[in-house]
């Protein structure tokens, strides 16, 4: 991974508002990047097995 985003992180820019508004935790939507490109993310992609590969982000589901 090249870099993560998640309010539950210290160094997120926003972590102080997350935890005022959200004193539970922000939750579990995140988001991160690959190294090595378009073929590196299309092999993580295809590759993951509890996930589902959608672009429906108002789902139950869990997705990448």
Known sequence: MSWVNYAGRHDHP???RARHYLPQ??????SF??????AAGER?????ALCSHLAN????????
């Open 25 to 30: 935790g922000p939750g579990a939507v995140f």
């Open 33 to 38: 990047g690959v190294r090595g490109g378009r």
């Open 44 to 48: 993580f992609v295809e590759s993951v």
């Open 14 to 16: 926003h972590h102080e």
């Open 57 to 64: 982000v108002g789902d139950v589901r869990t997705l990448v």
